[in-house]
T-cell receptor, first 112, second 116 residues
């Protein structure tokens, strides 16, 4: 079945550090890929998405590139802020289904 | 902009009781999804509805049922509650077929259910 494997957390960084959260997936066909962010006590918010190979999703300084050859969708940000502290979920949506499969989430804490 | 509204935000029930969670999707969204997120866990898909018909079913227990009404809001009914049902329940909505693929899911803030 379809699955998403995320880098285990928690991840603790200093402000302005470089962030990478690894995400790899297993799926038949060509799924769409997403990163969602969850702030404490809130629902999941779409951060960025990519719908085909080599697409780059970007938002709020975060980027991720859909790499079909390595089945990866790693999240990166060049300079993190304290306000980026949250849980980040990688997710995929296969074209055959109307649902998302999530990774296990990565807790990010950014220290001032 | 209008978001997905869930009610109640918090709910405390005892074992063997029933609970009803409500979800009001973003206007003009025709697809609703329910997810269950246990403590420290990733969200697990329960069930979804498209145009008031069940479209996909995930790991929803037989004790749970759901439906989508004519105004597109949805309700998740949970009976014979167990301690293990304590979790955050999210509703999400999207528009159009192939939802999620080209139309990302928009999540509500969830209902935190505690079963004692």
């Amino acid at each position: 079945g379809d699955s998403v494997t995320q880098m285990e957390g928690p991840v603790t960084l200093s402000e302005e550090a470089f962030l990478t959260i690894n995400c790899t997936y297993t799926a038949t066909g060509y799924p769409s890929l997403f990163w969602y962010v969850q702030y404490p006590g809130e629902g999941l918010q779409l951060l960025l998405k990519a719908t085909k190979a080599d697409d780059k999703g970007s938002n709020k300084g975060f980027e991720a590139t859909y790499r079909k050859e390595t089945t990866s969708f790693h999240l990166e940000k060049g300079s993190v802020q304290v306000s980026d502290s949250a849980v980040y979920f990688c997710a995929l949506n296969p074209r055959s289904a109307r649902q998302l499969t999530f990774g296990s989430g990565t807790q990010l804490t950014v220290l001032p | 902009a209008a978001g997905v509204i869930q009610s109640p935000r918090h709910l405390i029930k005892e074992k063997r009781e029933t609970a009803t969670l409500k979800c009001y999707p973003i206007p003009r969204h025709d697809t609703v999804y329910w997810y269950q997120q246990g403590p420290g866990q990733d969200p697990q898909f329960l069930i979804s509805f498209y145009e008031k018909m069940q479209s996909d079913k995930g790991s929803i227990p037989d004790r749970f049922s759901a439906q989508q009404f004519s105004d597109y809001h949805s309700e998740l009914n949970m009976s014979s509650l167990e301690l293990g049902d304590s979790a955050l329940y999210f509703c999400a909505s999207s528009s159009g077929q192939g939802a999620g693929y080209n139309s990302p899911l928009h999540f509500g803030n969830g209902t935190r259910l505690t079963v004692t």
